[in-house]
Each structure stands twice: as structure tokens, then as C-alpha cells.
């Protein structure tokens, strides 16, 4: 099946700066890849997706990359703010609904 | 449109035994799916529901089981309990049709801790 790696599985940011947070899959027919955003004692909120037809995606503050060649995908998130500390997930889709998910990474920002 | 509802919120539960979960997708929604999340494992595929008829299914034992209503709602049951299955339990409801994929929304989770 498909294997989706995430980095960095810590991240720490000052308020106002960017964070980056990469993942990569192994399936080449992969073809969905959202984000998700969760805060303690809640489930996840879809917060951006991209399909394999689309190289770049906007959402105000937050933007997802895909490079289907090396097979990553990065969710980057300008001027943060300290509610976006949370844990953010990125999944990957080859058909269905059946997602695979990388294991997460825990996003800090300090004010 | 009211959000993904599970219930119990809440469930504690001894070894052996067997419990019912239970998820109202939004309104429309078709596809139902079910994943574990733990600590160590992270978000894994349970198994997915759509018009009734499970489609996918993750790597997980028997005892885990599942189906769906007409009203689309559906319930997990997993049997004979063990103390690995403690675990957030998390249903996501996608307005998927019978080809291609969509935006999956979660529900809040059931927290089960087996004892």
C-alpha cells in the first residue's frame, strides 16, 4: 500500500513566521493529498487539499505544493498566528476514500 | 449543515468485551470511513461504507466490523476487547459518488480505553 513519511514531526515558530511542513509518498498513483489541522481532544479539520492535476493551491495564509516527479508535498503557512498550534496531518489518496495518512507533525507558535 | 456526530464520546470498557460505536455523517453524505488513531500508530484506515456496502478495508482483525444504514449512518463494532485497542476512534463522512475521490470530514471521535 502507500507509505506517506512527514517532517518534521516538532516544529517551532515566533509569531509572524512562516513554518513549512513537508511529506512524501511512495505510490505514484496517488492522486489526493489534504491537510489536516487538529487541536487536543478534537478530530481533524480539513484545512487545504490538492489533486496530482494541480501544482500549487492558495487559501489566505495557508498554501500546499505538489511536485509529482519527487512525489512530496509541502503545506506552508505564512504569518502565524498562536491559534494555528495544533497538530497538523498530511494524507494521501490513491482511490476511495481509503487515505493514509503521514504521522503528524506538532506545530508551536510562540508569541 | 450540522458537522460529523459520534457517540459515545466516552467509553470505558473491560478486556473481552465487545462495543458498538456509532457516527451520523452530514447531511448528503454517502461515504462513511472509520480510522484508528493511537499514539504509537498514528491515523490508520479502518474501512469504508458507501450505499451500505463496505469498499475498502483497512489491515486490521476480524473483530473490528462495521456497517451502514440506509440512512447512511453507521456503527463499528469491535469484539473480544483488548487493551491495544484503546484508541480515539474517528469517523469521516465525504460526499463521495461511486468513482473518484473527495473531502473527507471527521467527526470529534470516540475515546475508548479498555481496562
Known amino acids: ?111 | 449543515k450540522a458537522g460529523v456526530t459520534q457517540t459515545p464520546r466516552y467509553l470505558i470498557k473491560t478486556r473481552g468485551q465487545q462495543v458498538t460505536l456509532s457516527c451520523s455523517p452530514i447531511s448528503g453524505h454517502r461515504s462513511v470511513s472509520w480510522y484508528q488513531q493511537t499514539p504509537g500508530q498514528g491515523l490508520q484506515f479502518l474501512f469504508e461504507y458507501f450505499s451500505e456496502t463496505q469498499r475498502n478495508k483497512g489491515n486490521f482483525p476480524g473483530r473490528f466490523s462495521g456497517r451502514q444504514f440506509s440512512n447512511s449512518r453507521s456503527e463499528m463494532n469491535v469484539s473480544t476487547l483488548e487493551l491495544g485497542d484503546s484508541a480515539l476512534y474517528l469517523c469521516a463522512s465525504s460526499p463521495l459518488s461511486r468513482t473518484g475521490t473527495y473531502e473527507q470530514y471527521f467527526g470529534p471521535g470516540t475515546r475508548l480505553t479498555v481496562t
Not at chain 1, 511512495?26 to 491537510?35: E, G, H, I, L, Q
Not at chain 1, 498566528?81 to 508551536?108: H, K, M, W
Open chain 1, 1 to 111: 500500500g502507500e507509505n506517506v513519511e512527514q517532517h518534521p514531526s516538532t516544529l517551532s515558530v515566533q509569531e509572524g513566521d512562516s513554518a513549512v511542513i513537508k511529506c512524501t509518498y511512495s505510490d505514484s498513483a496517488s492522486n489526493y493529498f489534504p491537510w489536516y489541522k487538529q487541536e487536543l481532544g478534537k478530530g481533524p479539520q480539513l484545512i487545504i487539499d490538492i489533486r496530482s492535476n494541480v501544482g500549487e493551491k492558495k487559501d489566505q495564509r495557508i498554501a500546499v505544493t505538489l511536485n509529482k516527479t519527487a512525489k512530496h508535498f509541502s503545506l506552508h503557512i505564512t504569518e502565524t498566528q498562536p491559534e494555528d498550534s495544533a497538530v497538523y496531518f498530511c494524507a494521501a489518496s490513491i482511490r476511495g476514500n481509503q487515505f493514509y495518512f503521514g504521522t503528524g507533525t506538532s506545530l508551536t507558535v510562540i508569541p
